[in-house]
Structure formats: structure tokens, C-alpha cells
């Protein structure tokens, strides 16, 4: 059988640890046999990441946009510890903070469905992917505790000097007050990712905030998202025979529990943080999570949602097994093919990603899965198997569907 060919590179950015170890044995098993792969190299490990001065994280993210479509490998974001086990020269920043400041992207995960990884909330059928918007709110706040009685105001000073002033609080005795502050642009780039990801994927769209309550700040959220579909979007979606739909935050989270799924919900920074987590564990596990970031000129990069696994990345150093799930990192390599497939008019390339995924489903419904999902699922008489094995278990499978 004559490999598969690619024109355009994909931006391969390599990562750490076990998932690093995952990576290898993906390609070797089940990519390269099959595809004469294309791709620019970038070294996102701690190590090379701190040789380069973190240069190459740059450059992986300028060849992103280069080129439109990544797969990541999940990456150490160090901290005091790894400063010293890494001997580095600096605590370098995230390293998908770094990524997604430069494509000024939106990230959006959904989880892998199964049978036999059963949801917890028996009616989702479909998965739920959450669109979490990436800047501002709580998370770039100022904040002051308050010692005692006086009064509190927000403060805006334009350029000529002119003030504008809005009551917070009169405090009679202590207290906490919190500004924070979000920019048209970038709200504007978040529903533009929304709307080309729901075209995308054929998904309808829903968007939820409390513009009740808050009805200048998130009342904003609300008019512009309205404002851009209107403008941009609603006959495009009607063609998909898709819809957009933006209702309360609260209506939103009693409408997601009794949904079957199968659509995607924009959240704000701040709800989105929670909810993503509360859906991954939810819908089973943290290694069944795919995620990719899009951004508003529709450059595209892959990952799992899931970190490095150090803790079986240790017990690799010390020669001992693993059962490390390698399934959203394979996700991951299939989502960035049946891009590059698209992109450039390869049937083949998107054709193999399915059956890569297929057969990676096949696998784990046939009974033999790793170990996080052994304890969990439904199934009776599973076999479980080591890191490298799952991989193979399912390279047989593809070879079957191929
Ligand atoms: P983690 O790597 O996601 O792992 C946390 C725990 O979840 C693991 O110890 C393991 O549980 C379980 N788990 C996660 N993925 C799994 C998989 N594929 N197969 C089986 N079990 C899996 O998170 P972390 O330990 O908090 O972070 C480790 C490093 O990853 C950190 O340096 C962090 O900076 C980095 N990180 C990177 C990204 C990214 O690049 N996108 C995201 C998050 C974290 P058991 O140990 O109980 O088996
Ligand atoms: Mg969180």
C-alpha cells in the first residue's frame, strides 16, 4: 500500500514527559507507516524550550499562523519545581498562553464518546463542546479589601482628562470590592471563532451570560454576539441548517443537563473555567478531552486537554509499566489531518483520520483500553493494557479497517 501525500506541512510542536514518550510511539505506530508526513518540527520540551529562551514556542505559533493548521503535544508550564529539575534559566511562561496570545484564539474542548464510558447524566447522547473565552473578566481584576466606612466608585478618565464616576458601594464598615474589564475587540474575535466553529463542525450555538443583572457588562457580551450573527453569520447558518441561540446562564445550565447534546456552549472566562470541568468529568475522563484552539482568521492547533502525566512519566524512568491513555493525544493528530485534509483538497488525508478515530472507538468498545478507563467503564471482561500495547491494539484495528 502506497502512503498517503501531503502538500502543505503540518506545524508539528512537540511537548513533555509521558505525553512526549505517547507522541513518539503514535507516529511511529500509527502515522508514518501510513502517511508520507509532512511537517515542521518544533521542540516545545522544557529543555529545548530553555535552550531556545523559549524562542521556539514563538516560532512554533508564527508557523501556526503560517501555515493554519498545529498538533500540540501536552507541555510542562514550569513552576519553582521544575525551575530547579529542569535547571532552568527562567520560569518560562505557559507555553499554550504564549500560542494563544499570538493567534488570539478561542479554545474550545469536547470529549470523546464511547460505549461503555457512560456520562453521568444518562441523556447525553452527543458530546458538549465548551467554547471558553481566553481574555479578561475576573481574570485580569484588580482588587482591594476595604478597611472600614467610605465610599467606593469606579473611575474612568478619557484622554483629555474628563472623568466619569459610578457609585459602588457606601461602606459603613469593612469590606471587598473587585474592577474588572473586557475589550469589544476581543469579544468580537470570540463570537467570530464561535460562529466559524459552529459552521465548521455543523453544531448550533448557544451563548450564555447573566445580562439580567449585569446589563452593561454582560448585557455587551450579549449585543455583540446578536450584532456580528446578524450581520455575518445567520444566513450561513440557516444554509448549515444550524441555529444561534443566546439565553440566560442559569436557563443554559438547566437546558444543558436535560439536553442529548451534539451542540457547543460559549461561556465567558470565567463560567467556561468551571464548566469545562465539570463537563470533562462528567462526560468520564480528563485523557478522553480533545481540545483545539481556532482563531478568528481560522488558523487551527490540536491538543489534548489533558497535561503531561508526570506521575507515570516517572514510574517510566524507573523501567516500571504504564497505562497511560493515549487517546486524546491520537485525537489530537487526527483533527490536525482532516484539517490539512480539507484545506488542501486531500480526501485521503481526512479519510484516514476517520478511520484512525474509528478505530481507535473500535478498540475501546471491543474491550481493550487502558487503565483509567478500565476502572470506570460499564463493560464486563475488559482487558487492560500498557501504554504501548493500546497502541498497537489499535494499529491493528486501523490495518483491518484499511
Ligand atoms: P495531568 O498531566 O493532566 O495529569 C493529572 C492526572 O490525571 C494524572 O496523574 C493521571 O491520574 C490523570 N491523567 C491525565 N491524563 C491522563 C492520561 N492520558 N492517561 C491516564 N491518566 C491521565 O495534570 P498535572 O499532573 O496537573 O500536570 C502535569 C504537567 O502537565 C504540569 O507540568 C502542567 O504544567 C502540564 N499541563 C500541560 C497542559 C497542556 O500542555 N495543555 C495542560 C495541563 C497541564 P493518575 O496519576 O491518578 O493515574
Ligand atoms: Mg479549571
Not at 513518539?24 to 529562551?53: C, N, V, W
Not at 518560562?92 to 453521568?120: H, Y
Not at 467554547?131 to 469606579?154: C, F, N, Q, T, W
Not at 450579549?222 to 441555529?243: C, H, L, M, V
Amino acid at each position: 500500500m502506497s502512503k498517503i501525500q501531503m502538500t502543505t506541512p503540518l506545524v508539528e510542536m512537540d511537548g513533555d514527559e509521558m505525553t512526549r514518550i505517547l507522541w513518539q510511539m503514535i507516529k511511529d505506530e500509527l502515522i508514518l507507516p501510513f502517511i508520507d508526513l509532512k511537517s515542521e518540527y518544533y521542540d516545545l520540551g522544557l529543555a529545548h524550550r530553555d535552550e531556545t529562551d523559549d524562542k521556539v514556542t514563538f516560532d512554533s505559533a508564527y508557523a501556526t499562523k503560517k501555515y493554519g493548521v498545529a498538533v500540540k503535544c501536552a507541555t510542562i508550564t514550569p513552576n519553582a519545581a521544575r525551575v530547579t529539575e529542569y535547571n532552568l534559566k527562567e520560569m518560562w511562561k505557559s507555553p499554550n498562553g504564549t500560542i494563544r496570545a499570538i493567534l488570539d484564539g478561542t479554545v474550545f474542548r469536547a470529549p470523546i464518546i464511547v460505549k461503555g464510558i457512560e456520562p453521568c447524566v444518562k441523556n447525553w447522547e452527543s458530546p458538549i463542546t465548551i467554547a471558553r473565552h481566553a481574555y479578561g473578566d475576573v481574570y485580569k481584576a484588580s482588587e482591594m479589601k476595604i478597611p472600614g466606612a467610605g465610599k467606593a466608585e469606579l473611575v474612568y478618565t478619557d484622554e483629555n482628562g474628563n472623568e466619569t464616576r459610578e457609585l459602588i458601594h457606601t461602606f459603613n464598615g469593612p469590606g471587598i470590592i473587585q474592577g474588572m474589564h473586557n475589550l469589544n475587540g476581543s469579544i468580537e474575535s470570540f463570537a467570530r471563532c464561535c460562529f466559524n466553529y459552529a459552521l465548521d463542525i455543523k453544531q448550533s450555538l448557544w451563548f450564555a451570560t447573566k445580562d439580567t443583572i449585569s446589563k452593561k457588562y454582560d448585557h455587551t457580551f450579549k449585543d455583540i454576539f446578536q450584532e456580528i450573527f446578524d450581520a455575518e453569520y445567520k444566513e450561513k447558518f440557516d444554509a448549515a441548517g444550524i441555529e444561534y441561540f443566546y439565553t440566560l446562564i442559569d436557563d443554559a445550565v438547566a437546558r444543558v443537563m436535560k439536553s442529548k447534546g451534539g451542540f457547543i456552549w460559549a461561556c465567558k472566562n470565567y463560567d467556561g473555567d468551571v464548566m469545562s470541568d465539570m463537563l470533562s468529568s462528567a462526560f468520564g475522563s480528563l485523557a478522553m478531552m480533545t481540545s483545539v484552539l481556532v482563531s478568528p482568521d481560522g488558523t487551527y492547533e490540536y491538543e489534548a486537554a489533558h497535561g503531561t502525566v508526570q506521575r507515570h512519566y516517572y514510574k517510566h524512568l524507573k523501567g516500571e509499566e504504564t497505562s497511560t491513555n493515549s487517546v486524546a493525544t491520537i485525537f489530537a493528530w487526527t483533527g490536525a489531518l482532516r484539517k490539512r485534509g480539507e484545506l488542501d483538497g486531500i480526501s485521503e488525508l481526512s479519510d484516514f483520520a476517520d478511520k484512525l478515530e474509528k478505530a481507535t472507538i473500535d478498540t475501546i468498545e471491543s474491550g481493550k483500553m487502558t487503565k483509567d478507563l478500565a476502572l470506570i467503564t460499564t463493560m464486563k471482561d475488559v482487558t487492560t493494557l500498557n501504554s504501548e500495547d493500546f497502541i498497537k491494539a489499535i494499529r491493528k484495528e486501523l490495518e483491518a479497517i484499511l
